[in-house]
């Protein structure tokens, strides 16, 4: 046929997963393996991504720097698959300067959306035309539905990520939380928290301004509850105090290339029912999380934000509530 390849798929084409056309031109090792690891997840009655005959995908992303180190793709992949959506998911390495082109360039070819990951999850508002309420509160993005009529809204599901996986072990309401972090994540994770009723959010951050007007958040929403704890550069470790029942490490610190670095936690005083989260997850076991458990601590990795987040996004963009088991075996399967 003219304009077809004689070997291979025809381009557009997306074969059925486990088929021996899945890959329709060349590509990576590592997208060999994802391809093949799509399969894993997809069951022979629902094992194509289309609900229709056509050739569109329907095309949702990430922006982030360091995307290379983000399995969110895997994740997403294995569910579209599973759950017969004709829709792609594309992880885009978008360094500050280049934000706002990739936003318009997504917008000019029809995206659904988009994630947004370090660094760019506040910086984005200033490219959107309207935040939902969770995003308005703490004043961070992490994903961006494409509305029909064509305006960009930001929302934040990594709070709600969040916050479904620790109720899992606990109810926050009442309970006293040390927060490590003022970026993103951690403005999401304590606008979740005070909206729970938790009894106290004590915000540490070696960037005092922004650590500051987290405290004002938490205030904002449940006033009293805020409070900061002081950790410039160059100060001792931070010291959990023995009253404390949740401690959230929401900085990049100790993320893959970097997974032996950690912040400097102090846990000796720390009691056995106490809870220690983190927001990185890869790896999963962070060095953050080892010592916490060395002392006693019960840990919370971050793959259950990610997938509860992950769920919340597909919603956002599709209208599916998607099954979880199949995002969580696919994260498992990238480490």
């Given at each position: 046929?003219?304009?077809?390849?004689?070997?291979?798929p025809?381009?557009?084409?997306?074969?059925?997963?486990?088929?021996?056309?899945?890959?329709?031109?060349?590509?990576?090792?590592?997208?060999?393996?994802r391809?093949?690891?799509?399969?894993?997840?997809?069951?022979?009655?629902?094992?194509?991504?289309?609900?229709?005959?056509?050739?569109?995908?329907?095309?949702?992303?990430s922006?982030?720097?360091?995307?290379d180190?983000?399995?969110?793709?895997a994740?997403?992949?294995?569910?579209?698959?599973?759950?017969g959506?004709?829709?792609?998911?594309?992880?885009?390495?978008?360094?500050?300067?280049?934000?706002?082109?990739?936003?318009?360039?997504?917008?000019?070819?029809?995206?659904?959306?988009?994630?947004?990951s370090?660094?760019?999850?506040?910086?984005?508002?200033?490219h959107?035309?309207?935040?939902?309420?969770?995003?308005?509160?703490?004043?961070?993005?992490?994903?961006?539905?494409?509305?029909?009529?064509?305006?960009?809204?930001?929302?934040?599901t990594?709070?709600?990520?969040?916050?479904?996986?620790?109720?899992a072990?606990l109810?926050?309401?009442?309970?006293?939380?040390?927060?490590?972090?003022s970026?993103?994540?951690?403005?999401?994770?304590?606008?979740?928290?005070?909206?729970?009723?938790?009894?106290?959010v004590?915000?540490?951050?070696?960037?005092?301004?922004?650590?500051?007007?987290?405290?004002?958040?938490?205030?904002?929403?449940?006033?009293?509850?805020?409070?900061?704890?002081?950790?410039?550069?160059?100060?001792d470790?931070?010291?959990?105090?023995?009253?404390?029942?949740?401690?959230?490490?929401?900085?990049?610190?100790?993320?893959?290339?970097?997974?032996g670095?950690?912040?400097?936690?102090?846990?000796?005083?720390?009691?056995?029912?106490?809870?220690?989260?983190?927001?990185?997850?890869?790896?999963?076991?962070?060095?953050?999380?080892?010592?916490?458990?060395?002392a006693?601590?019960?840990?919370?990795?971050?793959?259950?934000?990610?997938?509860?987040?992950?769920?919340?996004?597909?919603?956002?963009?599709?209208?599916?509530?998607?099954?979880?088991s199949?995002?969580?075996?696919?994260?498992?399967?990238?480490?």
């Amino acid at each position: 046929m003219p304009g077809v390849p004689s070997s291979g798929p025809p381009r557009g084409r997306v074969p059925k997963a486990g088929s021996s056309d899945v890959l329709t031109s060349p590509q990576s090792a590592t997208h060999r393996l994802r391809s093949k690891r799509i399969s894993d997840f997809v069951t022979p009655s629902n094992s194509s991504y289309r609900t229709a005959v056509g050739f569109l995908d329907q095309i949702v992303g990430s922006f982030s720097t360091g995307a290379d180190g983000n399995p969110t793709v895997a994740m997403m992949d294995a569910s579209f698959a599973h759950e017969g959506l004709g829709w792609r998911y594309v992880n885009c390495e978008v360094p500050p300067d280049s934000l706002a082109a990739a936003v318009a360039g997504a917008a000019a070819m029809g995206w659904r959306g988009f994630n947004c990951s370090i660094p760019h999850k506040q910086n984005v508002i200033a490219h959107l035309d309207a935040l939902a309420p969770a995003a308005e509160v703490c004043q961070a993005v992490n994903c961006v539905v494409a509305e029909p009529d064509g305006r960009r809204v930001g929302h934040n599901t990594d709070g709600r990520g969040f916050l479904d996986s620790l109720t899992a072990k606990l109810d926050p309401a009442g309970r006293r939380v040390l927060l490590i972090g003022s970026g993103g994540a951690a403005h999401a994770i304590a606008a979740e928290l005070a909206l729970a009723g938790a009894g106290s959010v004590t915000v540490t951050s070696r960037n005092a301004g922004t650590a500051a007007s987290l405290v004002d958040l938490v205030n904002g929403v449940a006033p009293g509850a805020g409070r900061l704890l002081d950790w410039p550069p160059g100060a001792d470790p931070i010291v959990v105090p023995g009253d404390v029942d949740v401690v959230v490490q929401a900085t990049p610190v100790g993320m893959t290339p970097n997974d032996g670095e950690t912040v400097p936690v102090d846990w000796s005083g720390t009691g056995t029912d106490t809870i220690a989260a983190d927001v990185v997850i890869n790896p999963p076991r962070t060095r953050f999380l080892t010592e916490a458990a060395a002392a006693g601590a019960v840990m919370l990795d971050g793959t259950g934000m990610l997938v509860n987040q992950a769920a919340e996004n597909i919603r956002l963009w599709a209208g599916v509530d998607v099954d979880r088991s199949v995002l969580r075996s696919a994260l498992e399967a990238t480490f």
